[in-house]
């Protein structure tokens, strides 16, 4: 069974930092592309960060370009999401995705995954 948790989010002020963390199960990671999704209140879950299998190619949203990492640990499962100079329109819950892939495609469009987590909440006051 196919599990991904997220975990690190939180309330944190603007100009704050977070890392979110993405622990995969039953799947083999080192094979899978992993993203980052996000979704505020009334809104559509919008695309973050995404990273190939190898960990050698990333991409971001414009709207998180330079203030966000996404990394990965392949030893340990798991992807990161460094998240620093934080604002209020970062607030949104935060999802990872996977999908196998050992390309270097960078999937930016939630359909494209099949595999996803429950979701962990980000607030940034302002």
């Known amino acids: 069974q196919v599990q991904l948790v997220e975990s690190g989010g939180g309330l944190v002020q603007a100009g704050g930092s977070l890392r979110l963390s993405c622990a995969a199960s039953g799947l083999p990671f080192g094979n899978f592309v992993m993203g980052w999704f996000r979704q505020a209140p009334g809104e559509e879950r919008e695309f973050v960060a995404t990273?190939?299998?190898?960990?050698?190619?990333?991409s971001y949203a414009d709207s998180v370009k330079g203030r966000f990492t996404i990394s990965r640990d392949n030893a340990k499962s798991t992807v990161y999401l460094q998240m620093n100079s934080l604002k209020p329109e970062d607030t949104a819950v935060y999802f990872c995705?996977?999908?196998?892939?050992?390309?270097?495609?960078?999937?930016?469009?939630?359909?494209?995954?099949?595999?996803w987590g429950q979701g962990t909440p980000v607030t940034v006051s302002s």
């Open positions: 990273i190939t299998s190898s960990g050698g190619s990333t």
């Open positions: 995705a996977g999908r196998w892939s050992l390309g270097t495609i960078p999937y930016s469009v939630p359909n494209e995954y099949g595999y």
